[in-house]
């Protein structure tokens, strides 16, 4: 099945600067990568997803880049703020399994007023 | 909100009990997803209905059975319950039955004592 591996597992950033949170993955056959945030005491939201035919897509201050050739993804938060504080967590379908999704174990993202 | 209700947000019982944990999705969406999130293990794939049907079977155990009804909610049975089942139980919700974006309810947090 699908392994997906998310570093790193905590990251503390100055509020304004940009925090970089990457995944690998390896079913080459995966074709969809979404990202998800969770708040305390809430479950996972998806804030930004790309699909295999597009190496970068950007909403507002969060990006996600893919390099299919090397089988990773990267979410990049720019001028961070304290709400943006969460555990974000990647995730690949997995396309030889049932297409269920496989989320990596989570980075738990501090931002420092 | 993500649109998708689950209930109860907390459940304490004790080992060898059975519990049932429920699921109403967002308005218009046949598929439902449950996910185990503990400390250690992260985000884990239990099950998928899609329409009333199982669709996909992750790392559910024996012990553990779900179903999806015809008004599309979903019900979660755990049984014979041991220590090692506490953990954050997720709802999640999507249109379609392939590689959708997910919509999670709050969880219900599951502690055997």
């Known amino acids: 099945g699908e392994n997906v591996e998310q570093h790193p597992s905590t990251l503390s950033v100055q509020e304004g600067d940009s925090a970089v949170i990457k995944c690998t993955y390896s079913d080459s056959a995966s074709n969809y990568f979404p990202w998800y945030k969770q708040e305390l005491g809430k479950g996972p939201q998806l804030i930004i997803d790309?699909?295999?035919?597009?190496g970068e897509k950007k909403d507002q201050r969060i990006a996600v880049t893919l390099n299919k050739t090397a089988k990773h993804f990267s979410l990049h938060i720019t001028e961070t703020q304290p709400e943006d504080s969460a555990v974000y967590f990647c995730?690949?379908?997995?396309?030889?399994?049932?297409?269920?999704?496989?989320f990596g174990t989570g980075t738990s993202l501090t931002v420092i007023p | 909100d993500s649109g998708v209700t689950q209930t109860p947000k907390h459940l304490i019982t004790a080992t060898g009990q059975r519990v049932t944990l429920r699921c109403s999705p967002r308005?218009?969406?046949?598929?439902v997803y449950w996910y185990q999130q503990s400390l250690d293990q992260g985000l884990q794939f239990l099950i998928q209905?899609?329409?009333?049907?199982?669709?996909a079977k992750g790392n559910i155990l024996e012990r553990f059975s779900a179903q999806q009804f015809p008004d599309l909610h979903s019900e979660l049975n755990l049984s014979s319950l041991e220590l090692g089942d506490s953990a954050l139980y997720f709802c999640?919700?999507?249109?379609?039955?392939?590689?959708?974006?997910?919509?999670f309810g709050s969880g219900t947090q599951l502690s055997v004592l």
């Open positions: 790309i699909r295999s035919n597009v």
């Open positions: 999640a919700s999507s249109y379609g039955r392939n590689r959708e974006k997910l919509f």
């Open positions: 995730a690949a379908n997995g396309e030889h399994t049932g297409n269920q999704f496989y």
């Open positions: 209905y899609y329409n009333g049907e199982e669709r």
């Open positions: 308005s218009g969406d046949l598929s």
